[in-house]
Each structure stands twice: as structure tokens, then as C-alpha cells.
T-cell receptor, first 115, second 113 residues
Framework: AQSVTQLGSHVSVSEGALVLLRCNYSSSVPPYLFWYVQYPNQGLQLLLK??????LVKGINGFEAEFKKSETSFHLTKPSAHMSDAAEYFC?????????????FGTGTLLAVQP | GAGVSQSPSNKVTEKGKDVELRCDPI?????LYWYRQRLGQGLEFLIY????????KSGLPSDRFSAERTGESVSTLTIQRTQQEDSAVYLC???????????FGPGTRLTVT
């Protein structure tokens, strides 16, 4: 069964600094991987997805993530943090094998951006 | 509308009462998911529907929880004899099986008093 581990439940960066949110996955078949963002008191919004095409995936708001099969990782990065990036970020994995694509989420990383 | 919709947006109920939460998926989406998000916690998988296949109920926390879906349309999540620990935001999502990109609804905030 697939699973996701997000290292660091809380991450704090300074405005303008690099954002790195870690995600490692476990899957028995080639996975689909997702990052979702949840702003305070709002629903989940898709940030970006990996679906077996290019390993470097660009998303909205300047975020990107790189699929590294050898490391079973899909870390989320942004070169320069903005105050508006403060939110909770969830990594998720889905196994597409023709029979199911149940989506399993990590426990989330709360990103704080300091002025 | 084009997105996933959920109703009600907020529900306050007394302990021991039954509640029904509704999800209207995006038209044509074959897969539908229910998740629970307790305050300050991540998303907990509850149940997954895919077309006419038997649903994956492996995430339902107890037999007080059940869900139905008619074809590829509306789904209802029912919680019987609600307990205070059921208080959470219940999120619904839908997707095509092929692309597997789940789109989430705004959620129903359930408060059990």
C-alpha cells in the first residue's frame, strides 16, 4: 500500500528565503504525486502534480517539485518565500493501476513566513 | 457550477443525533473520495468510490459511519449516533480515474455538542 511521509510538521522561513518542504513516498507501482495547499480557513487547492511525464514539475505561485525515484522523494521548493505563502502544505500519493487511484495524504507541513 | 460542492457548509448537532453530509462531484468524474480533517491535523482517508466497483471502505473509523453513491453522481456520508470526537471538517473530492487529479470541495464543518 502507498504511504507518504512529510518531514517537519512546522517550517519557518524568512521572507525572500528558499522554501523546502520534504515529502517521501512509498508505492508498489509507479505513483502519481501531488502537492496541495490549504490557506487558513479555506479548502484544499492543487499546487502541482507529477503524473510520469517530466520529473521537474512546475506549479502555481512559483512552486516546483522534483520527482526522484532513487530517493522516493517529491520535495516542494520555491526560491523566494512570500508572506502570502504562509499556509499548510500536503503531499499526497496515488497509485494508478487501472483498478484504483485512492489518494493518501501526508500529515501536512505548516509553513510560516517571517518578515 | 464547475467544481465539487458540499452541503451543508456548517452543521451543528447534538451528541447522539444522526447527520447526513452531501457531496456533488464534478460531472463525469468517476472517482469520489471522502476525507476527514480534525482541527490541526492532516487529512484522514474515509472511503473511496470508483464507478460501479465496490467502494474502498478501509478508512471508515467505526460502523457508525457509512456512505453511499448513486452511479457517478451524488454521494452521502452518514454518521449515526454522533460523538464529540466526530467534530471535524469533512472533505469530498472527485476525479477522473485516468488523470487521477482529485479536486476538492469546500468541506462541511461538523460540530457535535
Amino acid at each position: 500500500a502507498q504511504s507518504v511521509t512529510q518531514l517537519g510538521s512546522h517550517v519557518s522561513v524568512s521572507e525572500g528565503a528558499l522554501v523546502l518542504l520534504r515529502c517521501n513516498y512509498s508505492s508498489s507501482v509507479p505513483p502519481y504525486l501531488f502537492w496541495y495547499v490549504q490557506y487558513p480557513n479555506q479548502g484544499l487547492q492543487l499546487l502541482l502534480k507529477y503524473t510520469s511525464a517530466a520529473t521537474l514539475v512546475k506549479g502555481i505561485n512559483g512552486f516546483e517539485a522534483e520527482f526522484k525515484k532513487s530517493e522516493t522523494s517529491f520535495h516542494l521548493t520555491k526560491p523566494s518565500a512570500h508572506m502570502s505563502d504562509a499556509a499548510e502544505y500536503f503531499c499526497a500519493v496515488s497509485e494508478i493501476d487501472g483498478a484504483t487511484n485512492k489518494l493518501i495524504f501526508g500529515t501536512g507541513t505548516l509553513l510560516a513566513v517571517q518578515p | 457550477g464547475a467544481g465539487v460542492s458540499q452541503s451543508p457548509s456548517n452543521k451543528v448537532t447534538e451528541k447522539g443525533k444522526d447527520v447526513e453530509l452531501r457531496c456533488d462531484p464534478i460531472s463525469g468524474h468517476t472517482a469520489l473520495y471522502w476525507y476527514r480533517q480534525r482541527l490541526g491535523q492532516g487529512l484522514e482517508f474515509l472511503i473511496y468510490f470508483q464507478g460501479n466497483s465496490a467502494p474502498d471502505k478501509s478508512g471508515l473509523p467505526s460502523d457508525r459511519f457509512s456512505a453511499e453513491r448513486t452511479g457517478e453522481s451524488v454521494s452521502t456520508l452518514t454518521i449515526q449516533r454522533t460523538q464529540q470526537e466526530d467534530s471535524a471538517v469533512y472533505l469530498c473530492a472527485s476525479s477522473f480515474l485516468g488523470t487521477g487529479i482529485p479536486f476538492f470541495g469546500p468541506g462541511t464543518r461538523l460540530t457535535v455538542t
